[in-house]
């Protein structure tokens, strides 16, 4: 199982120590760097800047929104920097959610799985550079004929050759459709809250997936990257603060991040068998008791959740994560000595 560091997308302002983040992670051997986007920074532009120091680390995105962009333009994206890198791009992408695509990009929502199938194969044409791209799907219809159009559109392939036709596309999913979907069109799979005790729910629609006719990987050659916070602590009361010290990021998820009528995380605790106090959460949330609406969240769950523990409860809980099939753990660092000690600990 690999290592991959996850800058994230930022807050209010840039970051101060990406830099050194990303320089450990490249020196202890991690595999890649992550960067994120929502309704902020992007995901491309921090991950050209820091990884043009460094010579090794993939350079992955944790997520792309699709709605934020044309199929074309992703793929210009992905083909350009993966030239820059000399062949370490890992295209990750999702269809993020009903508030940000209609609320800030000014997108239809609607038909997310349709739209997924759409962007992945017109993309996949670009990188291929076979033919010129085009797509008779409703969504992004290549060329363009619909209202508003001069009827000059015209068929193209990109000007510039691509490093690579098969850069890694990883898709970020969470309910059992999109989930079987990603294991049939993509290369790996990014879940938000994959954990040992949830894995088993997966599995059947991974293996739907991978069934299907024409699925581009099988189990032994598909990625998961797996998300979650990693700290050595001395001892068990050193964990419990940890635990407490996340619970309001749960609680956002949970309660905060969606519509209350489309939360999709909070539709995975639901499946994760958190159904009992996920409708309380949210309520709390969305009425600003964000605090009452913390301390609902059960220690156990962040606990499963993340990788907290001394360090030899640090290495059994690695193994155990890695025999659920997870070939990367995306992890989230403070500091640079953050970096290296669980690069030692760990890898």
Request: charge should be negative.
């Amino acid at each position: 199982m690999k290592l991959g560091l996850q800058l994230g997308y930022w807050g209010a302002g840039p970051p101060a120590n990406h830099r050194e983040l990303v320089a450990a992670a490249e020196e202890s051997g991690f595999d890649a760097i992550f960067t994120a986007e929502a309704w902020g920074s992007d995901a491309f532009t921090p991950l050209a800047w820091w990884g043009r120091e460094t010579t090794r680390l993939r350079l992955g995105t944790s997520i792309v929104q699709m709605s934020g962009r044309s199929p074309t333009s992703i793929a210009m994206h992905a083909l350009t920097l993966d030239h820059l890198s000399n062949g370490r791009v890992v295209l990750g992408m999702g269809v993020s959610g009903p508030q940000v695509v209609e609320g800030w990009y000014g997108q239809p929502f609607s038909k997310p799985l349709a739209r997924t199938r759409e962007v992945v194969d017109i993309i996949r044409q670009v990188l291929a550079r076979e033919a010129p791209v085009t797509n008779d799907g409703p969504h992004y219809p290549l060329p363009y004929t619909g209202e508003g159009a001069v009827g000059l559109g015209k068929p193209l392939k990109p000007i510039v050759h691509p490093l690579r036709s098969d850069i890694p596309i990883w898709l970020g999913a969470e309910g059992p459709r999109n989930v079987a979907q990603t294991a049939e069109i993509a290369d790996g799979w990014i879940p938000i809250f994959y954990t040992p005790k949830s894995a088993g729910m997966y599995g059947p629609w991974l293996d739907e997936g991978f069934a299907r006719e024409g699925a581009r990987r099988t189990r032994a050659d598909f990625e998961i990257a797996a998300t979650c916070h990693v700290q050595i602590v001395k001892d068990a009361a050193e964990k419990a603060a940890v635990i407490n010290g996340l619970k309001p990021v749960v609680a956002l998820y949970m309660g905060g991040m969606g519509a209350k009528e489309q939360n999709f995380h909070k539709q995975v605790f639901d499946r994760m068998g958190y159904e009992a106090i996920t409708g309380q959460v949210q309520e709390l949330y969305l009425g600003g008791k964000k605090d009452e609406a913390t301390a609902l969240i059960p220690d156990e769950l962040v606990d499963d959740m993340h990788i907290i523990g001394t360090e030899g409860e640090v290495k059994e809980t690695v193994a155990a994560w890695e025999e659920t099939g997870v070939t990367t753990l995306m992890l989230s660092c403070g500091s640079a000595d953050e970096v290296r000690r669980i690069a030692e600990v760990v890898a």
